[in-house]
């Protein structure tokens, strides 16, 4: 039987991504299950939510990659608040920690702690135990969290970033997350910045390259014609209107362009979008500019001379003028 494309895309990972597991962080999330019950996801905090935080405005929740090294994310996102200057001061930094099967016996984690089989988490899969809750689940109930008044009384924006593999899950999450009528009510702004992802899901069957010899190229995690999470709710025509009104911004580093990177997902669902993740990022703009599919409230910054490197991308100036609208970048798309 045919592996699936994501399993098998996981499987050709070079050994460094299944590396010693970065530690537990210390902050915790409940993440409510899709039938009742929760369990835990490990979070870095740059300050304790457990209690109110009336000087934060801004909210940047920041997700790791495929090597869950959420310890080396959260110093990122430290490191480009910091940069920021006064737009970073008042703000929150997260990092949710997604666990493997494995992390949990290594890391000895407590059994109420979620975890996920193999890399499928990126893909929005439903957790082994203790609940089936969808990785996705993760910021559904940080942003929650965010949205207490009580605890952020000044929060004026969220803003869910990702890199690599963590970029791949924020773009999908931002394709398929319902609307939150609470931060619509509480007038919470949400944002979502994509850094170099090796793949994204498209909304309809076309791709700029060749699928003949991949007949299951729009299965989900690259599109949406079979093999989509429980969490998926809604038709893709519909997902994608929704989609393009959000506030989406890509950074692309402009040297990200070797097709043989040790760690980008060559598949043949994932070479139907491209060469590499340069390539891809912009035939991925350039196919949602194309489609007549609604207004389009999105830009895409080229990172001029930085390559897959998380920490450059978001201290770059187009990278804190994702984070924190910042001025700066060279070019808006």
Known sequence: M??????????????????????????????????????????????????????????????????????????????ARQAAGPAGAATLVIAPRILGAQDVVELHAPADMLRWRHGNWAGGAAATAPVPASSFAVFDAIIARLADRALFPALREIVVAGHSAG??????????????????????????????????????????????????????????????PAYVQGDPASLERRYRGRDVTYLLGTLDTDPNHPALDKSCAAEAEGPSRYTRGHAYFAALQADAGGPLAQRLFDVPGVGHNGHRMFTS???????????GCPKDK
């Open 2 to 79: 045919r592996l699936p494309l994501l399993i098998a895309a996981m499987l050709a990972m070079p050994a460094a991504l299944a590396a010693q597991p970065a530690p537990l962080p210390p902050g915790r999330i409940s993440v409510p299950g899709p039938q009742g019950g929760s369990g835990l996801a490990p979070v870095y905090l740059s300050a304790d939510w457990t209690a109110p935080q009336p000087g934060v405005t801004r909210a940047v929740i920041v997700m790791h990659g495929l090597a869950r090294n959420a310890d080396t994310y959260f110093a990122a996102g430290l490191a």
């Open 167 to 228: 970029g791949q899950v924020v773009q999908r999450y931002a394709a398929v997350a319902p609307d939150n009528p609470a931060l619509a009510r509480e007038g919470i702004g949400l944002r979502y910045v994509v850094a170099n992802p090796s793949t994204y899901v498209y909304f309809t069957p076309a791709r700029p390259w060749p699928t003949a010899a991949c007949p299951g190229y729009n299965a989900w995690k690259y599109g949406f014609a079979s093999r989509l």
């Open 317 to 327: 100036p187009c990278g804190l003028a994702a984070l924190f609208e910042t001025p």
